[in-house]
């Protein structure tokens, strides 16, 4: 089962509502769903709260490390608590994903998120699993830093909270350890297609009016 869920951002309430800090929102989330209290821990660099779980203890972190350095917190706690790389879930923003999917997979690069860098890095290991959140991408590579350290849209925003919600209901196999079952929960939970704009009438034009005659 996982052992560890990690959510990525940044700390400080100039970043707090960022794209680069959709990791701390599903965090959060679950921390709420299974009545956690996220509290500092300074060996672990982090905000951290664990439960039980069918008989396993159950650690919530969010690195307080600043993004790069993601890792130096997430390898304190799983190797004191002798954590594998396969039982740790990282949470994280995903620039190749539209807003209001989330995908799960494992192992794999990091792709350029510097969060992973340092993970990968300090584990010494990519075999962990990742949950990928989207917040899209702004289309110009020179334009990626600006963009995840900006606030979305508010229509981004809802919809990358949707996306959370709709995650949050793959908890239980997450949990377990059945991860197929949480791919398939999670992939299939896509975002409501919006509704077509209803067709607008086409106006009655007025009946042209001679002018009277004398």
Do not use: C
């Not at 190797?79 to 799960?104: S, T, Y």
């Not at 999670?186 to 297609?193: L, N, Y």
Request: proline residues 8%; without cysteine; charged residues 25%.
């Amino acid at each position: 089962m996982i052992k560890l869920f990690v959510g990525l951002g940044n700390p400080g309430a100039e970043y707090e509502a960022t794209r680069h800090n959709a990791g701390f929102w599903w965090l959060e989330a679950v921390a709420r769903e299974l009545k956690v209290n996220l509290v500092p821990e300074k060996s672990y660099w982090g905000l951290a709260g664990r439960t039980q779980v069918g008989g396993q203890t159950l650690w919530l972190l969010e690195p307080q490390t600043f993004m790069n350095l993601s890792g130096k917190s997430v390898g304190a706690l799983a190797k004191f608590f002798k954590i594998k790389p396969e039982e740790i879930l990282v949470a994280h923003d995903e620039l190749d994903i539209e807003p209001g999917q989330v995908k799960l997979k494992k192992g794999g690069s990091h792709a350029g998120h510097n969060g992973l860098r340092d993970i990968h890095a300090q584990m010494a290991s990519s075999d962990y699993w990742r949950l990928r959140i989207g917040v899209g991408h702004p289309g110009e590579k020179s334009e990626v830093v600006h963009w995840v350290l900006k606030k979305p849209s508010p229509d981004h925003r809802q919809s990358i909270e949707d996306g959370i919600a709709r995650s949050i209901k793959a908890l239980p196999q997450l949990l377990a350890g059945d991860m197929e079952k949480a791919m398939v929960q999670i992939h299939t939970s896509k975002p409501p297609r919006p509704k077509p704009p209803r067709p607008i009438a086409a106006a009655t034009a007025p009946q042209a009016t001679e002018p009277p005659t004398s």
